[in-house]
């Protein structure tokens, strides 16, 4: 996927400024496509070079105007074909796997705090979805469902099952990194 795909599935939800979708990235998107602020503004460029964007600048009192991106013929038939397009699975690239595996050449609990910070940072980052959902699609002031919110529910749904998941395998290297830790064997 390249970025161009992220920001115009990100435009369609909602049309806006270079910096509104750098926020957005930082906010929901950026959990499954990241981007620094440069490469948004650069692949906007671009785009709108392209003709996939349309622009209009907007007039804001004490301010620059800024410019609202919203996308235009060429890019929504861009976005089509390539979400008609098949994409191979994907492979799981993992550091800390490999880091865990290694680590029955070295001292096995030497590696515990490194798993714990990826445990707090799952954990703040599953509190985070779950904090989004209740806000944005189960709580009491979540607008109604609609089609695109549906499909929003359900990429956050598969956020939150994640983070559970590696919570739980991270649970297991943790006890396993510690049974090594006191001289038990294998189970």
Wanted: net charge negative.
């Amino acid at each position: 996927m390249a970025l161009d795909h992220a920001i115009l599935v990100s435009l369609l939800e909602r049309p806006g400024s270079g910096y509104e979708l750098a926020r957005r990235f930082e906010r929901s998107i950026g959990y499954f496509w990241t981007a620094t602020h440069q490469q948004i503004y650069r692949v906007l460029r671009r785009m709108e070079a392209e003709g996939l964007l349309d622009v209009r600048e907007v007039a804001q009192q004490g301010r620059p105007d800024k410019r609202e991106y919203s996308v235009a013929a060429p890019g929504r038939a861009a976005l089509s074909r390539w979400l008609h397009e098949p994409i191979e699975p994907e492979s799981l690239r993992h550091e800390l796997a490999v880091k865990i595996r290694g680590a029955a050449f070295d001292e096995p609990a030497a590696l515990a705090g490194e798993v714990e910070r990826h445990r707090r940072v799952h954990a703040e980052r599953l509190a985070h979805y779950l904090a989004g959902q209740e806000r944005d699609f189960t709580g009491p002031g979540a607008p109604p469902p609609d089609p695109g919110r549906e499909l929003q529910h359900v990429v956050l749904r598969g956020g939150i099952a994640y983070e559970r998941m590696t919570l739980d395998w991270l649970d297991d290297v943790l006890a396993t990194l510690h049974r090594l830790a006191g001289g038990l064997p294998p189970s």
